[in-house]
């Protein structure tokens, strides 16, 4: 007897991987925006400066906000062998709107305190 794996299972692996990815992606460019602003002389360059700030942020909710997306389409996907077992009923339970909306307050936050600390001098 052969085992097969189930399609919904390997888009979330690969879903919850780009998720990783984008956290990784994220920190290094919120990193970049706080050192340059903390440790750079940015007077007369504030404006041109909200770009990568407001990139960053842009990318860290469209890139959290797909990536939970695409793990709840594969959660409903799944096949009903994998829809019995414990794990998944773990999973498919976690909150994926607060999920969600912390990804989204956490971009928010971080912008407001790069946009705070360039415009606060």
Same mark, same amino acid.
């Given at each position: 007897?052969?085992?097969?794996?189930?399609?919904?299972?390997?888009?979330l692996y690969h879903a919850i991987s780009f998720q990783i990815a984008g956290i990784a992606i994220a920190l290094m460019a919120n990193s970049a925006?706080?050192?340059?602003?903390?440790?750079?002389?940015?007077?007369?360059?504030?404006?041109?400066?909200?770009? *990568?700030?407001?990139?960053?942020? #842009?990318?860290? +909710?469209?890139?959290?906000? &797909?990536?939970?997306? @695409? !793990?709840?389409?594969?959660?409903?996907?799944?096949?009903?062998?994998?829809?019995?077992?414990?794990?998944?009923?773990?999973?498919?339970?976690? *909150?994926?709107?607060?999920?969600? #909306?912390?990804? +989204?307050?956490?971009?928010? &936050?971080?912008?407001? @305190? !790069?946009?705070?600390?360039?415009?606060?001098?």
């Amino acid at each position: 007897m052969e085992s097969q794996t189930d399609p919904s299972l390997n888009g979330l692996y690969h879903a919850i991987s780009f998720q990783i990815a984008g956290i990784a992606i994220a920190l290094m460019a919120n990193s970049a925006n706080f050192a340059l602003i903390l440790f750079a002389d940015t007077t007369g360059h504030e404006i041109a400066l909200c770009v *990568p700030i407001i990139a960053t942020a #842009l990318f860290t +909710f469209v890139w959290g906000d &797909a990536t939970l997306q @695409s !793990q709840v389409a594969n959660i409903k996907d799944a096949t009903v062998e994998t829809k019995n077992s414990h794990a998944y009923r773990f999973i498919s339970t976690q *909150p994926y709107n607060l999920l969600r #909306l912390m990804n +989204f307050a956490l971009a928010v &936050a971080l912008a407001a @305190s !790069q946009f705070s600390i360039l415009f606060g001098e």
